[in-house]
């Protein structure tokens, strides 16, 4: 019973994160400004910035929220298991949503570091829940009064509750970029536009960190009802 509320306590505070980066996400910031043929599309997106809010930012963050729980299935697998982790590292690398933003600029070296940095996360994650898992309790906080004291619990959070940390350890090593054609998007005349590429990395980023400490505080109130 535990992993599976595990795994929906989690759901949920996950889902509460893609909410409010949504609520938080500026198109204006994300979109910049250019000249050319590219600032006249950057024009004639920001003059309709609810709809690529509705069309473009909401599927991106639905995409992120399914990448967070389809990993973190596979660590819970893990933490649930008497196997090493070695066995489950490549389908956690391959579920790894950045590993598959890394710049494609980066060279073999720099990957393999990533790759074991990414990696070292998530067994670290695995771990921290390997009691949870085991404890006997029907709900994730009643897991965590049951496996660790309230220091361990606010750490647990504070740690595996920052899902924009690779962002800001490596700022440097990853792109997240999506290709936008006006002309599906908007239809009409803006079919005459050309698509662009924008890289929203720093919108991002920003973004999922003010949702990503809103999210970190609700969790560290719902656990400590469960100490007090």
Known sequence: MTRAAV???????VNGL??????EFQVSRALGSSNGPKG???DRLLSNSDRVHQRIVRPELKEYRDAILHQFDEVLAYADSDDDFAAFADEILARDLYWDALRDDLGPERREELRET???RQQRMGDAVAPLVAADADSLWGAAASAYDWSNTADLIESHFAFTEPLHARPDAYALTIQIDPGDLL????????????????????????????????????????FE
């Open 7 to 13: 795994r929906e306590g989690f759901e949920r505070y």
């Open 18 to 23: 893609a909410s409010l980066t949504s609520d």
């Open 40 to 42: 006249k599309v950057i």
């Open 118 to 120: 990414l990696l070292a």
């Open 187 to 226: 239809g009409g005349l803006a079919r005459a536009l050309p698509s662009i590429t924008v890289d929203y990395t720093d919108e991002a980023r920003r973004a999922l960190t003010h949702a990503q400490q809103r999210v970190i505080d609700r969790a560290k109130q719902d656990a400590r009802d469960r």
